[in-house]
């Protein structure tokens, strides 16, 4: 009997779906019949992004309050498959809203329970917190995560924050005025992600991925930069405040809720620009003390597993 894969994606750019594309390539043949499902908005979100729309969605991102979305045709739906790959982008340090509504979507369970579930993300380069949402998410629908790959832009935080701003308000994945790297995920790592099919091919071939993650792991499938966890993790206690503020001033066209979005556009220049450097030399001053704890943690985010609250 021939294996099922799903693809379940979400994407503006279409580097997501390059990725998935490279990732899945090995697992075509006569054996497999892998599907893919593209999740839509009603409305569906603009990209290139306008400026203003942008920062416009955060607090419903980060607060992860769902949208209408279309279903899956009834064929995707009345299969029972035998390796779901699950892709996303990260806004606002959180799984994007289309993310968030199909995972909370009568779909979610119907698709994901007790199936194994392989999670791709492309981002700029903090997706740590955000993994953590969709493992709470998948808990609550009874998915069995079995692996993770993460791909991110490779350049220094401050250059990627010029980068990425300047493709997605363009469109244009380009060098920003002729000088700056090319933004997002480098054309080598898109299609050098071909290496971790092979490892997800045998597991889907046996039924077994006990093992999947760490063979993923051995082929760098993630990277953790220590400076970014306690980045990520102070930041979504920041955004948390500016969230449910936000939420509180109406939906996005209210002139209060415009104003204190305003507000909040300034602060995150402010904290990129100025925060950040000090949280980073304060992080410098406590590498050492802090080693033990550390190390926890990248091996922690580096798993497929979930802590208990």
């Given amino acids: 009997m021939k294996k099922e894969v799903l693809v379940i994606y979400y994407t503006q750019s279409g580097q997501l779906l390059d990725i998935i594309e490279n990732i899945t390539e090995s697992l075509k043949n006569d054996n497999t019949n892998i599907t ?27 607060l992860q309050i769902p949208c209408e979305i279309h279903p899956p045709d009834k064929e995707i739906l009345s299969k029972k498959y035998d390796l779901i790959i699950f892709g996303y982008q990260v806004w606002f340090l ?43 998410l998948f808990k609550s629908v009874s998915a069995n995560l079995v692996g993770h790959i993460a791909l991110v832009d490779r350049n220094i935080n401050h250059i990627s924050v010029i980068t990425i701003a300047h493709w997605m308000f363009s469109g244009k994945k380009d060098r920003y005025l002729g000088i ?12 050098d992600a071909k ?10 071939a046996t039924g077994n991925f006990s093992t999947l993650q760490n063979k993923l792991i051995a082929l760098k499938s993630v990277y953790i930069s220590p400076f970014l966890i306690q980045t990520d ?18 939906n996005a066209k209210q002139p209060e809720r415009i104003k204190w979005t305003r507000i909040f556009e300034f602060y995150l220049q402010f904290a990129v620009w ?7 030399i304060v992080f410098l001053l406590t590498y050492l003390p802090m080693s033990a704890k550390r190390n926890r943690d990248i091996t922690y985010y580096s798993s497929v597993e979930l802590k208990e609250n």
């Fill in 36 to 62: 893919f499902y593209k999740i839509e908005t009603n409305p569906e979100f603009e990209f290139p992004w306008k400026q203003r729309n942008f920062y416009d969605v955060f607090p419903e991102s980060f």
């Fill in 94 to 136: 959180t799984p994007s809203i289309p993310v968030n509504s199909f995972l909370k979507s009568e779909y979610a369970e119907k698709l994901l329970k007790n199936t194994p579930v392989i999670t791709v993300v492309a981002c700029r380069n903090m997706w740590l917190q955000a993994q953590e949402k969709v493992k709470r």
């Fill in 180 to 191: 700056f790297p090319k933004p997002g995920v480098s054309a080598k790592d898109i299609k």
């Fill in 195 to 204: 290496r971790f099919g092979p490892p997800i091919s045998d597991s889907l």
């Fill in 233 to 250: 993790e102070r930041g979504n206690i920041i955004f948390s405040k500016w969230a449910n503020l936000l939420i509180k001033k109406g």
């Fill in 274 to 280: 100025v925060i950040t450097p000090i949280v980073f």
